[in-house]
């Protein structure tokens, strides 16, 4: 099992940042995916960004690339998310998730990630 814990959000006004942090703690070898979601009110979970665990490969969405970095300490098993330059489309619960890849990548749909944080708001005003 694998437990993950997030912190780091917060209510900022647009062009502010933010610094997300997952903490993961126990059977973590053998997760080749690590991942940012977030979920907007009324809108479908989505990734915003990924890195591979094994080669340190990562990816963002277009709408945050430029913007938001995603990064792994692997002595802390930490995942982090850098936000900058906030928008207010950026309001929503921010997941971390852990998972495998599936034929040699990093899945964007949120079913193939079987570990999930609690979620931490992140709240952009205008």
């Known amino acids: 099992q694998v437990h993950l814990v997030e912190s780091g959000g917060g209510s900022v006004q647009a062009g502010g940042s933010l610094r997300l942090s997952c903490a993961a703690s126990?059977?973590?070898?053998?997760?080749?995916?690590m991942a940012w979601f977030r979920q907007a009110p009324g809108k479908e979970r989505e990734r915003v960004a990924r890195i591979h665990t094994g080669d340190g490969s990562t990816h963002v969405r277009d709408s945050v690339k430029g913007r938001f970095t995603i990064s792994q300490d692997k002595a802390k098993n930490t995942l982090y998310l850098e936000m900058n330059s906030l928008k207010p489309e950026d309001t929503g619960v921010y997941y971390c998730a852990r998972g495998r890849e599936d034929n040699g990548v990093c899945p964007a749909v949120p079913r193939y990630y079987p570990y999930w944080g609690q979620g931490t708001q992140v709240t952009v005003s205008s």
């Open positions: 126990g059977s973590t070898g053998g997760i080749d995916c």
